[in-house]
């Protein structure tokens, strides 16, 4: 089973409403996506090929190759479809490998149940060819087995990935609710910023957005922060395949000396663990920072794709919102008086809260913040921009 030249599906998974970023990274790296879907995006290549998607992918989490798809009605089909694949050409007897798994099916209660009928097949078929049987566990550090079961339908692969590619590997400090570096990525690209222009964080907390910025605009890929993938624990893996792909990263760097990131935030502390996550993401002699209020923040002349965008706290208890109201209210202020020329964006997830910003979005982008329904806004800050009273629905 030569799955680093041999062609197959692989699914790259994602957060949800992400993927229509994912298929434009997926696309700019040469690729053909055969399908769209809320979750994810489906192509075809080798095991090859997903090194070099691992290795560049902002807005993705896991790169998934196809092994067998098959028709399934209980564990002891599960066992025995998956018992009679050659796992001793794609796992060590002597190394170490973990199961996960998303199963919808009425005999099966728990994930871990159907883990372990993997678990048990591929251990007693490389026990019955080589006398040996790997290691097993729950930590993703080495190859990783994945299984989707839906019904009567049952798919599974090779994790390619192992520990999700959303987070990037630098946010060693994450301060107070972060974003997700994928989700970060992904509101960034769907904005209109042509990454050359300035690029304002006012309440940047961590840092995430403006280090993404910072990221995006220099061709700094995630893949250079990050050292382990489970591509690396399958059999047939060279340390050139890689090495090769490693190297690509660094000559794709860009130097852009006139490049302008601001980020602020009122907090000290978070301007601190902002500075360190962006020193260890190795751009924070791109990124200037300052703290006090957002209202303070320097805003440097507006040359065309400049971008403002803020990401606010979105309020949880009653007491919390009406304080927020404000907040919403003087950015909306602040976009109109400080922002001219700019496009300004606001990611929320709190749509109430969204109206008091008083000016009308041009765009209204869809994304979720874990289970929570946010939007990102956009606002053409005109010279002389209006402030309306919108109703309910032009929010939503």
Sequence with gaps: MQVFTTQSKI???????????????????GFKTDRVFQTGVELTGTVQDCIKLNLNLRCASQVMYSLKSFICNDPDELYKNLVGLAWEKLIKPSGYFSVTSNVFHPTISTNLYANLKVKDAIVDRMREISNQRPSTGSELSGAVVYLFWKQDEAEIFLDTSGETLAKHGYRKLPGTAPMLEALAAATILSTKWNQKAPFINPMCGSGTLAIEAALIATHRAPGLLRSNYAFMHILGYEPSMYQIEREKLNSQIVKLPGLQIIASDLSKKAIEIAKSN???AGVAHLIYFQDGDFETTNIPLAEEGAVVMFNPEYGERLGEELELEATYARMGDFLKNNCKGYLGYIFTGNLELAKKIRLKPSRRIEFYNATIDCRLLEYEMYAGTKRVDKKPEEIV
């Design 11 to 29: 699914i790259i998974t994602c957060h949800k409403w992400l993927a229509p970023s994912l298929q434009k990274e997926v696309v700019s790296l």
């Design 278 to 280: 962006a020193t260890v």
